[in-house]
């Protein structure tokens, strides 16, 4: 034994309180008893925000992204359609919680309905599929994103097609917890969602972080260098892909079951097209690929400029040019060409995205070793 | 002998419409070293690859410790007991020497005994424990030979398929693969071997096969194929070095 053999890897990890991460955590978890951010950007752009709220929905994107990271990012599948994964999940959370029918299990049903429809259809779309290289297996995600999205739209008497399917009722909490929270309960639909969506989050990356540093974890580093040799050690390519694409969707329907819950309704099918799978990819990939930091930096760069930053500077645009209803000078018209732009330059010059890990980057700096 | 551990017989491959393998019959006994040499395309890696279930093969049987493995996917063959280190040694360049190596245990999961054995091949391989924390790309050609062979090891293999572990390595660094490969045999570790440098692998072998253009020419006790006139003229070459 040398001296080396102490650490396991060569830099020791920081102490936990001395990680950002921890700070930016309680700060998100107090965050929804401070309202008076709202106000401050009220007061300056005059967009009335309710930043708990996109806040929500940033974070059920962030779950979102995080199940395409592990099929794209983890097991090296380059998926084009996980908005019909999100669909299933929001389209059988209307199914299993609105009026209509007579299932109503709601909320905490949905979400674990949800999770197992849309990982089913994982499976039954991976089996036959993740076997294809790199294109083909995008060309057909692509497809099916659309069938999913098509199908839903016309499929009237289940989705009632183009309405969407609503009221999906809030989170049922116990009366008694409901009494204990006191003020907050009176908003409590985005205050229950706002902490449902914050657990789900931090148990997601627990568990991806977990599994980074596993067997699961080098198995798919190994996957994705060397199919030929890790099979040689006994790991079988095609099931590894299949569990990661399946277990990506299920992940993926989980997010669907959040959205459609935060929002009480399914929306339209067409909430849930190309356009959205190619979003969540963009976060991906400018985040940095396979790097779960990355990806939740991706997702907050890149969602908060739409949900946050966008309207606000429109507002304060509008009013210094002193035309609001001009759709040129609204930002939100301008996103994808944004992302488009913001992928584009990610592309060239930083291939591995904002904050990428080690590993990722030693990948795509052929011959390096990891050290650049 | 007792029974065989390995056993191909009439063993017919093909690539879409070429036939690789024109009928190989091999057995391999448990404790021996068996080597396979022949020419650039004979099929020495093809037999391998069909033997580990990497490539399928179109009839024939291939019986490994008692089970027919012939159609047989190759991770649950490598749960029987049968371990690769393919040809051009693929460890993977973005793993350290560590994950290699655990990699190669990645069908067991008893960690002390991983650990155990990590240091097994370590003792063997020192220069590996040097370097444990490296990425396995920016290691030496001889030091990846090392990694793949020690990483074939981490499964506790009863019988260890090697192909061309002395290729493109230094005389030096051949001797101590071939002193390795001896260790792990007297250990217990049965071995077959796939080699173009056929004087270094007839000498640490028991038996070999000579492998023409698909189908077995010649197979013999090891001292009698480098004795032969015909293996001497077409794979040892003039002389002695």
Redesign the interface.
């Given at each position: 034994?040398?001296a080396?053999?102490t650490?396991r890897?060569?830099v020791a990890p920081k102490p936990l309180w001395k990680r950002f991460e921890l700070y930016l955590l309680l700060v998100l978890v107090i965050y929804p008893f401070f309202p008076f951010l709202d106000q401050a950007i009220s007061a300056i752009s005059g967009e009335q925000l309710r930043l708990d709220r996109q806040l929500v929905n940033i974070m059920i994107f962030a779950i979102l992204a995080l199940a395409l990271n592990l099929q794209v990012g983890y097991a090296g599948l380059l998926q084009l359609g996980i908005a019909a994964f999100f669909a299933i999940g929001a389209f059988t959370t209307g199914v299993v919680s609105v009026e209509k029918y007579p299932f109503q299990f709601g909320f905490w049903g949905s979400i674990i309905m949800a999770p197992i429809v849309a990982g089913v259809a994982g499976l039954l779309l991976g089996a036959p599929t993740v076997r294809l290289k790199g294109d083909y297996l995008a060309i057909v995600t692509l497809g099916f994103g659309e069938v999913v999205r098509v199908v839903t739209l016309n499929l009237d008497a289940i989705t009632d097609g183009p309405r969407g399917l609503s009221p999906i009722p809030s989170p049922w909490i116990p009366p008694d917890l409901a009494a204990g929270l006191g003020d907050v309960a009176k908003q409590s639909h985005f205050v229950t969602m706002y902490f449902v969506a914050l657990i789900v989050l931090i148990a997601l990356v627990a568990v991806f972080t977990l599994m980074e540093r596993s067997?699961a974890g080098?198995?798919f580093?190994?996957l994705r260098?060397?199919e030929?040799?890790?099979?040689?050690?006994?790991?079988?390519p095609a099931?590894t892909k299949l569990a990661a694409f399946a277990v990506g969707a299920a992940i993926a329907g989980f997010a669907g079951a959040l959205y459609a819950t935060n929002l009480q309704t399914t929306a339209e099918p067409n909430t849930y097209d190309f356009n959205y799978s190619i979003i969540v990819l963009c976060c991906v990939i400018i985040g940095g690929l396979g790097s779960l930091r990355g990806v939740l930096l991706g997702v907050g760069v890149l969602i908060t400029f739409d949900s946050v930053l966008s309207p606000v500077l429109t507002k304060l645009i509008q009013k210094g040019v002193g035309a609001s209803d001009n759709v040129f000078l609204s930002l939100t018209n301008w996103k994808l060409m944004i992302f488009g732009l913001a992928l584009i330059l990610t592309m060239r010059y930083k291939p591995e995205g904002l904050w990428p890990s080690a590993?990722v980057k030693?990948?795509l700096h052929e011959?390096t070793?990891?050290d650049k | 002998m007792s029974e065989p551990l390995l056993s191909l017989s009439a063993v017919h491959t093909s690539y879409g419409n070429i036939e690789a393998l024109h009928g190989i019959d091999l057995v391999v006994y448990p404790g021996e070293i068996v080597c396979l040499i022949g020419a650039n395309g004979a099929g020495k890696t093809t037999t391998l690859m069909s033997i580990s279930g990497c490539v399928k093969t179109r009839s024939g049987t291939i019986r490994f410790d008692g089970k027919d493995i012939t159609q047989m996917p190759s991770d649950r063959i490598v749960r029987l007991g049968l371990a690769q280190s393919p040809e051009g040694r693929k460890i993977f360049p973005r793993l350290t020497v560590l994950e290699n190596l655990e990699m190669g245990a990645f069908i067991r999961d008893d960690k002390a005994g991983i650990a155990a054995d990590i240091e097994r091949v370590i003792a063997l391989f020192p220069i590996l424990g040097e370097r444990r924390h490296q990425a396995g790309g920016t290691l030496s050609g001889g030091e990846q030979q090392m990694l793949a062979v020690g990483r074939a090891m981490m499964s506790r293999p009863k019988l260890l398929l090697l192909d061309e572990p002395s290729l493109g390595l230094a005389p030096l660094i051949v001797l101590k693969i071939f002193e390795v490969i001896k260790t792990l045999n007297a250990e217990g570790t049965t071995i077959l071997l796939v080699e173009q440098n056929a004087r270094m692998a007839l000498r640490h072998s028991h038996r070999g096969y000579v492998l023409e253009t698909g189908a077995i020419t010649m197979a013999d006790k090891a001292d009698v194929l480098l004795a032969d006139p015909r293996v001497q003229a077409a794979y040892l070459g003039e002389g002695d070095h």
């Open positions: 034994m040398t080396t053999a650490a890897r060569p067997r080098r198995a580093v190994a260098e060397d030929l040799a890790s099979a040689c050690m006994g790991l079988n099931k590993r030693a990948e011959g070793g990891g | -």
